[in-house]
């Protein structure tokens, strides 16, 4: 249970942020999403300090959408002092809704529509992260058309293997984002942006993966990048102010996993970058983080219930619960590991192997393969730990099943933030 922070046992029940697991599991129903909004705070503070100890003012920290996107977590966010990162016109949409400042949002993405730029440049928009020469000529069109500069960044593949899941390592030239430096694309690019008309260059970017627990891939992106803006300027004479090194800290799934602390991981590249700063005679850049997981990861978990408990002897033993790959998709997609906790019972002996399935049609549809539980009975909660990233992001309605609700808690007090699914939402499109 010490893989989230705020999980405790009181009173022979699981408590997440104060609150009663169970009893917001039968308020709420299940399945259901559960966010200690407490431990959001945390982590973004840890961030913002570190980020100030480590590196000083000209910083800023961009909350990873995609991990978790919703009004109340870019509310939450802003308050502690981020900006954010979009990938696309949904995200850009509910960010400005929630009130976070144009300036502070990055807008990414491989492949962004025309309708999406217009939406971007049109917001004011802290930055476009350009990832392609297509993109280029786009932005610079638009942006004449709206009469504004656009103010970009660009997505370097700085030839990192992060030694991650090969679906999420994308710092490597075999990768469909940015543009890379080993083959000389990125500094040929470089000098287009620098001819755009419309367009100014503000920064660069990399992101070299996701769930990494070495610090090392991060010290030394950061330090090919610095020697990249080092080029660049010796090239054309062009000092890049800014520089974006991603996300991609690991979060603790399981008990044998060992990530940096949030604080690490901001000292090294921090330190990383100006020592290369001075290393290479530029002027310490703006440095942007773009952490997601480690913001809301080991803030969440879900709620379910367990039905229906087969046990196949001598092959295995399945107990299927009210959710699945609609609310978490990471075990079909990565085979992804995670803990789970029985919240009415959570200290009883493990004594029994189970495969924690889900409720879709589709075999694949599994959350946790061999785990050793308490002997399950059909009918009692079951949690998943650690859910609080790219879960309700990648949730769908698969099999027509609705989404469930997100809860946050704060201070041991809950809030409906996203309320669940009904089969008329599900419906909603369908057209007579
Ligand atoms: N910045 C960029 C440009 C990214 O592509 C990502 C993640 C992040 C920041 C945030 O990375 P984080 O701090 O969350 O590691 N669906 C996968 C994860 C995909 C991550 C993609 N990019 C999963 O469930 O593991």
Redesign the pocket.
């Known amino acids: 249970m010490s893989i989230m922070k705020t999980l405790e046992t009181r009173n022979g029940e699981l408590y997440l942020g104060g609150a009663s697991v169970s009893k917001l599991a039968k308020k709420y129903g299940t399945p259901l999403y559960l966010m200690d909004e407490g431990e959001i705070r945390a982590n973004c503070m840890r961030y913002e300090s570190a980020m100030r100890k480590y590196y000083g003012e000209n910083a800023i920290v961009l909350y990873?959408s995609?991990?978790f996107s919703c009004k109340a977590v870019y509310r939450t966010v802003r308050d502690c002092g981020l900006g954010c990162?979009v990938?696309s016109g949904g995200e850009l949409y509910t960010a400005l809704a929630a009130g976070m400042e144009p300036e502070k949002i990055f807008f990414?993405g491989n492949n962004k529509t025309e309708a999406e730029i217009r939406e971007a440049l049109t917001a004011g928009v802290g930055r476009i992260?350009l990832d392609s020469g297509f993109e280029l000529g786009t932005v610079d069109r638009i942006a004449a058309e709206l009469g504004v500069t656009a103010r970009v960044s660009v997505?370097i593949k700085p030839g990192i293997d992060a030694h991650t899941?090969d679906?999420?390592a994308?710092g490597k030239i075999d990768s469909k984002?940015g543009v890379a430096l080993e083959n000389g694309e990125a500094i040929a690019f470089i000098g287009e942006i620098l001819k755009a008309p419309h367009t100014e260059l503000c920064g660069l970017?990399c992101?070299i993966?996701?769930?990494?627990f070495d610090t090392r891939p991060f010290v030394r992106a950061a330090e090919v990048m610095m020697d990249f803006i080092a080029e660049i300027r010796d090239t054309y004479g062009y000092t890049v102010r800014e520089l974006n090194v991603?996300?991609?800290?690991?979060i603790k799934y399981l008990d044998s996993h060992d990530p940096l602390t949030i604080e690490e991981n901001v000292k090294n590249t921090a330190e990383a970058v100006l020592a290369a700063a001075e290393r290479c005679g530029i002027p310490a850049p703006r440095l942007c983080m773009?952490?997601?997981?480690?913001?809301v990861?080991d803030a969440g978990l879900t709620v379910y219930t367990v039905g229906s408990v087969k046990e196949i002897k001598n092959v295995r033993n399945y107990a299927s619960v009210d959710g699945g790959m609609t609310d978490n998709p990471?075990f079909a997609?990565?085979e992804?590991a995670y803990e789970a906790v029985l919240p009415c019972r959570p200290d009883a002996e493990r004594d029994t192997v189970y495969t924690v399935a889900g409720r879709c049609c589709e075999s694949g549809d599994i959350l946790i393969r061999d785990i050793t539980l308490p002997k399950l009975t059909p009918g009692e909660l079951l949690c998943v730990l650690s859910t609080g990233?790219?879960n309700y992001s990648?949730a769908s309605n698969y099999n027509r099943v609705p989404r469930p609700p997100v809860v946050f808690i704060r201070n041991g007090e809950d809030r409906m933030v996203v309320r669940r699914e009904t089969y008329a939402d599900v419906m909603a499109k369908d057209l007579d």
Not at 246 to 250: A, M
């Open positions: 990873a995609k991990a990162d990938v990414h992260v997505r899941h679906f999420i994308t984002f970017h992101h993966g996701s769930q990494i991603g996300g991609g800290v690991g773009e952490p997601g997981r480690s913001i990861g990471r997609l990565y992804a990233a790219y990648m």
